[in-house]
């Protein structure tokens, strides 16, 4: 499998794990000083994890398109992407989309999340 390949799998996972509210997964993936900006600011680790564990506004439904990764050296990447999701936000159902960013990082054999960002459109 290519590096561009595993990533677009565990940018694909991470989506996943937020929809069913799977904290345990972001805990393992998501590195100790990563960041996440968008328009509610920046959050650490720390803030992700219980978020996506309470997932109190459920994605319902996510799309992502146009993935595109960039090799920054032989153990970092940067992906991006148009990501359609729908959401379950104060008991309606709501369909946005987002320009993503993430950066990725190997540690070991795997791949760690340290960034990512986006941009509701």
Known sequence: MTVET???????E???ANR???????????RDDALVVSKYGVAGKADIVP???KNENPFLKT???DLK????SD????VTYKATVTALISAAERTFQVLATS????DGDEWRSVFHQQTEV
């Open 69 to 72: 990764v960039l090799r920054i």
């Open 103 to 106: 950066v990725y990082t190997r």
């Open 6 to 12: 595993e990533l677009e799998q565990l940018e694909e």
């Open 75 to 78: 153990d970092s990447a940067l």
């Open 51 to 53: 978020t996506i564990t």
């Open 20 to 30: 069913e509210g799977d904290g345990s997964f972001y805990d393992r993936v998501v």
């Open 63 to 65: 799309t992502l398109a």
């Open 14 to 16: 991470m989506w996943r």
